[in-house]
């Protein structure tokens, strides 16, 4: 997988669940309210220990997963993938005048009486200094992407945050989702070394208690958290670095919620009686891509032959097992921006071999089309070591065989097929898999000044080097656009150009595969980059009875 933070998603609809008898959370009636305790401690399975609790200096998701259980940040994302208020007391739109109608200007207004988990007060200044740390570039941030466009971020008093732009950021409710305090971090000489970081404190539903290297962090409630106290009394975040230890203790009824669990033992976690398995769709897509600078793909034709010869569904039927479902385009069918007029085409083998007659190809004694006296014929790039990856690309090839198309699966190591193979686009074609973030923005993925060259010191995500003047129009203006109709209306427009140039495959969505003891309540998947834990305030166990 390649974390591109090509970043997309926003304001989703109503999360789409996925894959027969899964899907839903259970098909089982909720427990009564008078079935539900107060208190008690819940554990929570990783098989991955964070190496810092500041959320802004790792990219790890066992970091991001703790992180959303002590800090809180000025808006969030719900299950449904709409902005939440959070530290602030509503989401700022041009509607509210939140924003400004040039988009230069966003004031967050704060909730009052909020603390850190020390009993410090909670000000406009916590904010401020959280974008100076950012932009000092003495800390090793992970990314300063967004809070680079900041000018200035003005407290004119302790509840009122006005940050002004140098330029229009389409974004900027994807900033601050965490918040640092100024009055602990501000202190520290080298905040990369910070104590902090180890022993965080937030202002979020639980309060750190202790960290045992590779065993647990212990996590108690927050009494004075805004939202009321969380109902449970803690939670142990439990680190297993081995998936078979794990999933013994889940058997067992040791841990409570187990989160992304992988395809390969995902018949085994549906097998357990006391566990709900939940399947929920995400925002990784994986994708076909052309090397566009090869004569082979130049013709538009060529590549559509190559998509209709694909079958999407039967990849998700049998190498995903169906926890997956067929991608149209760049964006999700969670997303706002996803455009419902684009469909995934089915396979048609016959109009496929048509397109390639109509391109000047022929089929040769053996089956395969050739022209010029060059065979259709090439490589296909992927990881190695990926089961389903690889099971997914011998499929890609035998399809592609029945229609007429020759292909090798190529196997690279993961850090030269990222850092060699794409980055200096040496290959063919590729299969890999995109991130999303927290907003569709694809500009790094699809502008033609983002095609990794000595001219752009090999930055950029474009790997298939799409060149298309209108999309390089579409994609800076959605960028920029903060009206979100008028965003809509350019992504829309971006991935009708997509399915009609395929300057790449999309080939399917992946999704999460949580375990949930039946006695937990109140845990609702999140397919934002909020996670899973962004309501663990809420969240509860039945009376033993």
């Known amino acids: ?51 810092t609790l500041n959320p802004f200096l790792s990219e790890l998701i066992a970091t991001a997963e703790v992180a959303n259980l002590i800090f809180s940040g000025l ?40 603390t850190w988990h020390d009993g410090t007060p909670f000000t406009s200044g916590d904010v401020k200094f959280t974008w100076e740390f950012v932009m000092n570039r003495q800390v090793n941030v992970i990314s300063r992407e967004g809070y680079d466009k900041i000018a200035a971020v003005d407290t004119p008093d302790a509840q009122t945050v006005i940050i002004r732009f140098r330029q229009q950021y389409a974004p900027v409710l994807t900033l601050f989702s965490k918040v640092l ?66 999933l013994t203790q889940l058997k067992a009824g040791e841990i409570d919620i187990v989160g992304n669990i992988g ?46 010869a694909i079958d999407r569904q039967a990849i998700v039927n049998t190498a995903l097992k169906n926890v997956a479902s067929p991608a149209s385009g760049d964006q999700s069918p969670i997303s706002w921006a996803y455009n419902p007029a684009v469909k ?11 397109l390639l007659a109509q391109a000047g190809w022929k089929q040769g004694p053996d089956g395969v089309f050739a022209k010029d006296g060059r065979r259709l014929s090439f490589s296909l790039a992927t990881t190695a070591g990926n089961k389903v990856r690889e099971a997914t690309a011998q499929m890609i090839a035998q399809q592609l065989k029945e229609a007429g198309i ?6 690279v190591e993961p850090a030269a097929f990222f850092a060699d193979v794409l980055k200096n686009r040496r290959f063919e074609t590729a299969m890999y898999a995109w991130v999303g973030g927290s907003d569709p923005d694809n500009l790094s993925l699809w502008s033609s000044k983002r095609i990794p060259a000595a001219g752009n010191g090999f930055e950029g995500l474009n790997y298939p080097g799409w060149r298309n003047p209108e999309i390089d129009m579409l994609a800076e203006q959605a960028a920029r656009v903060i009206d979100i109709e008028q965003r809509r209306q350019k992504y829309f427009r971006i991935q009708e150009i997509l399915v009609q140039e395929y300057p790449v495959i999309p080939l399917y969505f992946r999704a999460n595969i949580d375990a949930v003891k039946g006695t937990v309540v109140n845990y609702r998947p999140n397919p934002t980059p909020a996670g899973n834990l962004w309501n663990a305030w809420e969240w509860a166990l039945t009376v033993k009875k």
């Open 181 to 246: 305090p100024k009055h602990i971090l501000g202190q520290s000489e080298d905040m990369n070394k910070a104590s902090f970081n180890r022993s965080p404190v937030g202002t979020g539903p639980f309060k750190f208690k202790e960290w045992r290297i590779a065993e647990s962090i212990q996590l108690e409630a927050n009494a004075a958290y805004f939202r009321g106290k969380p109902k449970l009394s803690g939670i142990v975040y439990k680190i297993m670095p081995e998936i078979n230890i794990l």
């Open 263 to 308: 395809l390969a033992h995902y018949e085994q976690v549906k097998a357990l009686s006391t566990v709900k398995t939940v399947v929920t769709p995400n925002l990784i897509w994986e994708h076909f891509d052309f090397n566009l600078d090869n004569p082979l793909f130049q013709d538009m034709r060529v590549r559509q032959a190559i998509a209709l």
């Open 406 to 411: 020759e292909t090798e699966v190529r196997l």
């Open 344 to 354: 995934p085409a089915a396979r048609d083998v016959n109009a496929a071999r048509e």
């Open 1 to 51: 997988m390649r974390c591109g933070r090509a970043v997309i998603i926003g304001a989703l609809v109503t999360a789409l669940f996925i894959s027969a008898g899964c899907g839903q959370i259970s098909d089982k009636q909720e427990p009564k309210k008078s079935e539900i305790q107060l208190g008690g401690t819940l554990i929570y399975g990783s098989l991955q220990e964070p190496n």
């Open 75 to 114: 808006v969030s994302m719900n299950d449904k993938g709409e902005w939440i208020a959070d530290l602030a007391q509503e989401v700022p739109t041009l509607q509210n005048g939140g924003i400004s109608a040039d988009g230069l200007t966003v004031i967050y207004r704060l909730r009052p009486g909020i």
